[in-house]
């Protein structure tokens, strides 16, 4: 059965971005301030090495020397290297988060909203590329990281879906246009732009194409012009 995630239903409290930690790979926190020190350490070496050797070559040896701890160490906190990936992207995945295009105040420009989205947006995603990356990765062998990242991806579709309902409601944007389709659209295509510009170029060596001034000026007037705002 296919999908499709609903335009002007519920609240924008229902579409808050589920978490992409998966829930039973993450343990009870430590009850010490040691421990709390310890799993972070552990945590932050992690995301060092995922980062630096990808998802499937990175080793739990890797990681116990990048936290300058003992494999026992490790297992105290960690069952597996699935563990300790879910609590990185736990700790991680509020700086990946953006604002959207949900808030447009009835008095307010939805253009500038729109920029202003778009670049926090870029914004984030440059701060997080290489974990960008390792999420395209791990999706790509795990079916059920894909569903969490789509489950995540949905909120954000169904929250600028409401964001565009709501202009075509007061008359500034093209009323022939499904909200949902046009937000799967606009949104897949600012999410691949980024991960071209920030992810596949500096992969392959090569020199930024645009600046992120260019990037955020044509995104927005592509979602601008897509919605015939004036």
Avoid at 69 to 83: D, I, L, V
Wanted: glycine residues 6%.
């Amino acid at each position: 059965m296919t999908r499709t995630p609903q335009a002007g239903t519920g609240s924008a409290a229902d579409d808050d971005p589920p978490s992409l930690a998966d829930a039973d790979l993450l343990r009870t926190p430590p009850a010490t301030p040691r421990g709390v020190r310890t799993r972070a350490a552990l945590v932050a070496a992690a995301r060092v090495v995922f980062e630096r050797a990808g998802y499937l070559d990175a080793r739990l040896v890797d990681i116990t020397a990048e936290a300058r701890c003992s494999s026992g160490t490790f297992y105290t906190y960690f069952a597996s290297k699935e563990e300790i990936f879910a609590a990185v992207l736990e700790v991680s995945q509020d700086d990946m988060m953006h604002p959207g295009t949900e808030h447009v105040p009835d008095d307010g420009d939805p253009v500038a909203v729109i920029e202003a989205s778009t670049r926090a947006y870029f914004e984030a995603y440059e701060r997080n590329a290489k974990l960008m990356e390792l999420l395209e990765q791990v999706a790509a062998i795990d079916i059920r990281f894909r569903r969490l990242r789509r489950n995540r991806a949905d909120a954000f579709v169904r929250r600028n879906a409401r964001s565009i309902a709501g202009l075509q409601r007061r008359g500034l944007a093209d009323s022939g246009v499904d909200p949902v389709v046009a937000s799967l659209a606009l949104s897949g295509m600012i999410s691949r732009l980024a991960f071209t510009h920030f992810v596949v170029e500096p992969s392959l060596g090569e020199p930024p194409t645009w600046s992120s001034d260019q990037l955020v000026h044509a995104a927005t007037r592509l979602w601008v012009n897509a919605l015939r705002l004036d």
